[in-house]
């Protein structure tokens, strides 16, 4: 009867979060780059839920619109 083969270990892999922040800065940059883009579209560019990436527009967007942030004079 052959040995009974012992399980390899698993490797330790840290899972690395980005810091707090840093998809909704992603968000903000993407809007302000690509501003014909939609919700959903910035989602699933950013790796978000649409909904993460409508409540940081609204916030983002509450004092001007896009074009006052892009052609400051």
Do not use: W
């Amino acid at each position: 009867m052959p040995r009974k083969a012992k399980p390899l270990p698993l490797p330790l892999v840290r899972i690395i979060k980005p810091p707090p922040g840093y998809r909704a800065m992603l968000i903000r940059r993407t809007k302000l780059k690509y501003p014909h883009m939609s919700e959903s579209q910035i989602a699933r560019y950013v790796g978000c839920s649409p909904s993460n990436v409508h409540q940081v527009l609204k916030s983002f967007l509450a004092c001007r619109p896009i074009r006052d942030r892009i052609f400051r004079l």
